[in-house]
């Protein structure tokens, strides 16, 4: 089989998949849900997913672990303080170039 033939086969499997996972929650649940414990749950699921995902990211994305822990303290403190996002992510950066020019020297 030809590689592109494989590659619409996986594509295909991707899109069904993909398709279903967000069709089948809207055909199950046709109701409100009506479990506080469940809504609650589900309120806070792309928050865990986000952080998550984000987290161990910020930890090897830079050259050292020393500049990521900076960025990740700063972006912290910023977010804490309800700084806007761009805010957090300027400073974060900043933060990391910073202490990545430190060790340089």
Known sequence: MSDIGLFFKYLAVMAIT???IRMLPLVLCKKKIANV??????????????????????????????????????????????????????????AVLIVELIFQF
């Open 18 to 20: 993909t398709y279903l």
């Open 37 to 94: 414990f469940i809504r609650s749950f589900l309120y806070y699921v792309p928050y865990a997913v986000l952080g998550a995902m984000t987290i161990p990211a910020i930890f090897f994305s830079t050259g050292s672990i020393f500049s990521a822990i900076a960025g990740f303290v700063v972006a912290l403190f910023l977010s804490w303080k309800e700084k806007s996002l761009l805010t957090v992510a300027g400073f974060a950066s900043l």
